[in-house]
């Protein structure tokens, strides 16, 4: 049986590319996604729609004000344009898991707007979850992804999905943990000494 392999597929449409350097890059995108995938996500959304919003913003100020402050209206757009596109990436995660929690109460035989209601909850649900299953699904592709890479050095079956497990669960605490860090601020008491739960 062929074993599914990820640089094995990748090999023919980046012929130009190195032999040994394509499963080299998929090994740090692996890496990448396992430990940072939830930010890297979030900063490739601000920059693609903050880019696209540097390009209406630019537009629209040298049309209807002046071209001279284009570069405003650039600058403006670009982080309109980022912080949308981050929101717009929880937005689109809650509706993912509104649409599942939707289809999941018709499987088990709700009728139309019971399951309607539950697509509602879990669509709340995953917009308030929505850095942590970032967070999860990115490190389990990245996780697949690096077991894909380890299997084509030829480590075997056995020892690529313990390696690849054991750094999909480190980067799964050290993803949700900083996520708890940047949630949950340093308390602090009346006269600004750290209370004595922090």
């Known amino acids: 049986m062929t074993m599914f392999s990820i640089p094995g597929m990748l090999a023919p449409a980046m012929a130009h590319v190195p ?3 394509l499963p080299l890059i998929l090994l740090v995108a692996a890496l990448v996604l ?4 939830g930010t890297l996500a979030k900063v490739i959304a601000f920059i693609v729609v903050g880019l696209v919003g540097a390009v209406f913003g630019g537009a629209l100020v ?3 004000i002046s071209p001279q402050w284009d570069l405003v209206g650039v600058l403006l757009g670009f982080v309109i344009g980022g912080l949308l596109g981050v929101a717009l990436l929880s937005l689109g ?3 993912v898991v509104g649409y599942a929690g939707y289809l999941l109460a018709l499987d088990f035989g709700a009728g139309s707007l019971i399951a309607l209601a539950a697509g509602v909850v879990f669509f709340i649900v995953g917009l308030v979850l929505a850095r942590k299953i970032l967070d999860i699904v990115t490190a389990i592709a990245g996780g697949f992804l690096l077991f894909n890479v380890l299997t084509y050095f030829g480590l075997g079956l056995t020892l690529s999905t313990l390696v690849a497990a054991a750094l999909t669960l480190i980067g799964l605490w050290v993803q949700l943990s900083s996520g708890r860090r ?8 009346v006269g600004g000494q750290p209370s004595a739960s922090s």
């Open 34 to 37: 396992i430990f940072a995938g």
């Open 62 to 64: 040298a049309q209807y």
């Open 182 to 189: 940047k949630a949950r601020p340093a308390a602090t008491n």
């Open 93 to 95: 995660i809650g509706l």
């Open 19 to 21: 032999g040994p350097l």
